[in-house]
């Protein structure tokens, strides 16, 4: 579990409270703990960075809620969001068939082709 640490607003007090959250820690396919990369070191700057975006968008986001702003303008910066977490993926995913796909031999490339199935799979479900 990862600890995280949530911050909201208490609409009654108008005070921000914190609140400690656990995230889990997702696994490989097999269950085993996660393995480390540098197949995305060159773009990693660029990932964080895209990620910091993300982050204050969601943060305006919330911000929109707590205004009581038009729904509509909201969900066109969800919509937002959306599209850069998507830019974010494909890239990760470009990194991934780079460094950790192409060059693998024998019995290896079998199992990192059906990895990249099945990461692929998980994440056109999530971008619709």
């Given at each position: 579990m990862l600890p995280l640490i949530q911050h909201r607003s208490d609409?009654?007090?108008?005070?921000?409270m914190a609140t400690k959250i656990e995230l889990e820690v997702a696994s490989s396919p097999d269950?085993?703990?996660?393995?480390?990369?540098?197949?995305?070191?060159?773009?990693?700057?660029?990932l964080l960075s895209r990620l910091a975006r993300v982050e204050g968008q969601i943060r305006g986001i919330a911000r929109m809620i707590e205004d009581e702003r038009y729904c509509v303008d909201v969900l066109t910066q969800i919509s937002a969001v959306n599209s850069s977490m998507q830019k974010i993926g494909l890239l990760l995913l470009e990194d991934h068939i780079r460094g950790c796909v192409i060059g693998t031999e024998g019995d290896e490339l079998e199992s990192k082709l059906e990895e990249l199935n099945t990461a692929i799979a998980r994440f056109t479900r999530s971008v619709g």
């Open positions: 609409p009654h007090t108008e005070k921000t269950n085993s703990p996660c393995h480390y990369s540098d197949s995305y070191a060159e773009d990693k700057a660029k």
